[in-house]
């Protein structure tokens, strides 16, 4: 049987060909089929195309300012720890504008679980430099590319976030084939049991596209993933927690 | 037969504490919050007491993240506070244009010190613009409330509450650091509840209900703009109903002062003084400073011969006076940006202003 998640609203999306936040979406919904967690669930929408989740995933979403997720997240699970809480991010969100509140949400141990995008540009804004863009990587606002002596590195979230003591999961997954995608659900199932379990703080990092903003036909940028992305951004599990009382 | 002796219970009381004791007895169990001076009595407080009641207490990493945790929780139906001085309340604007676009109730304490920038500890009425315009982007508006004593510290952190539900809006409580930390007797009296606590809004998990969103973003054709008059309706509605002021000695008053707060608190002596020498000078004091008693500073001016607006900043009041009353020839300004203004300096610019010499 191959039938859509309860939790999946059934409407055409607004992304554009080749992108990979559907699928990101459809694990999440399954996911919480799984644990039928629909009536329960808490949902954190941010700012970039990601903030349409409240047409697609059917829970209450509330929407957060640019990169603030992680703080709207604590003031919903302290306030409803009985619930489930996600939040759903990009990379411009959750790797510039909201560093802080990721940082601060994950050494707290803060229980909810975070999805975060990263396809190494801003997609809604039209494909500015984000900070996981690659090196050398031509955008709006690196227009001769990213260069390190002045913009820096890429950075790793799954890897600094893992560092910290509060975090109780950590994985980077990808989304490109199908073996792929059966690993990043079994990361996000994973994700979700350490919320479910009360183990800390979960993140599980989506490598995905953009084609639009790449200007790359779909198949193109899938490549880009499985190539020089993957090369950069190892996937894996950097962190997993298997004790609550972690002192 | 004797009359039941009905027990009054006064207490010596600081104007910080007493928000959080208004705060508990208004329901709210829920409090983040950043360390800035000189409003961290309401944080020690709060992490001492919420705690052993069942409440939260959590510190932020910042203001920008204390006012999402505050918009998350009041997403979730909870009544919540946040406290905070200039600098801090800056970096929360953003968190509140959110929560005004949203529709989400919680009440901002700002006990001020002076600015702008770092400033000084000192107090001040500087953020009055801050306050009454809102400082976040988009054009919105919240109630702002202004306490002259300890007592109104309590009572009006409660009436915030009503206001923040009742508008589903942010609402602030704007004290300085003369009012927060200064101690006088105070009748705790227990709260009332004037609003209906259901909030079927509130973002609990889509049980037995369609899912439901909280959200700013509004995208579609016209959605944005049947949005905003929505809210403009809402605004209006609390000029309509929600204005507070207190009228002192003002019948027969050719000097009217308008003054709010701590100021206005220094002005009363400085009446009583001005009384006692045969000067008819009387007081409007704005107790809710947004919505702004217009129509009453129109009266005073209509009646008096001077109006005289005393502020510890350099006169942003003042505009909202003028905006009130066509008599803008009659309007004076006495302040201080970055301290309090003692009664002797209020009564010489009375006696001034009355034609008498010192």
Known sequence: ?247 | MKAAAVEIRRELMKGNVAICLGAIAAGCRFYYGYPITPQNDIPEYMSTHLPTMGGTFLQAESEVATINFILGTAASGKRVMTSSSGPGISLMQEGLSYMAGSELPAVIVNISRSGPGLGGIAPSQGDYFQAVKCGGHGGYRMPVLAPHSVQEMYSLTMRAFDLADKYRNPAMVLGDAIVGQMKEPFTPVPYEPSVPPEKPWALTGCKGRPRQNVKSLYLKDNAIEVHNWKLFRKYERMREEEVLFERFRLDGATIAIVAFGTAARVCKTAIQWARQEGIPAGMLRPVSLFPFPSAQVDEAAEAADVVLVVEMNTGQMVEDVRMSTRHHDRIRFLGKPCAMPTPEEILGEIRTLAGKRP
């Open chain 1, 1 to 247: 049987m191959f039938d859509r998640p309860k939790s999946l609203v059934d409407v055409r999306t607004h992304f554009c060909p080749g992108c990979h936040h559907g699928i990101a979406h459809r694990i999440l919904a399954e996911t919480i089929d799984r644990y039928d967690l629909r009536e329960k669930t808490i949902g954190v929408a941010c700012v970039g195309c990601s903030v349409f989740l409240y047409d697609y995933i059917d829970v209450d979403v509330a929407e957060a300012p640019h990169g603030r997720a992680p703080a709207v997240a604590t003031g919903v699970k302290r306030a409803q720890p009985d619930k489930f809480v996600f939040t759903y991010q990009g990379d411009g969100d959750l790797a510039a504008i909201g560093t802080s509140e990721i940082i601060h949400a994950a050494n707290r141990g803060e229980n909810i679980t975070v999805l975060f995008v990263n396809n190494t540009t801003y997609g809604m804004t039209g494909g500015q430099m984000a900070p996981t863009t690659m090196l050398g990587q031509r955008t709006s606002t690196s227009p001769y590319g990213r260069d390190f002596r002045n913009d820096g590195y890429p950075i790793k979230m799954a890897e600094l976030l893992a560092t910290l003591e509060g975090t109780a999961y950590s994985a980077r997954v990808a989304t490109s084939t199908p073996a792929q995608i059966r690993k990043a659900k079994e990361a996000v199932r994973k994700a979700f049991e350490m919320q479910i379990r009360e183990m800390g703080f979960s993140i599980v990092e989506f490598l995905s596209t953009c084609p639009t903003n790449w200007g790359m036909k779909p198949l193109e940028a899938q490549e880009r993933v499985l190539g020089e992305m993957s090369e950069y951004f190892p996937l894996g599990v950097y962190k997993e927690r298997t004790q609550a009382d972690f002192v």
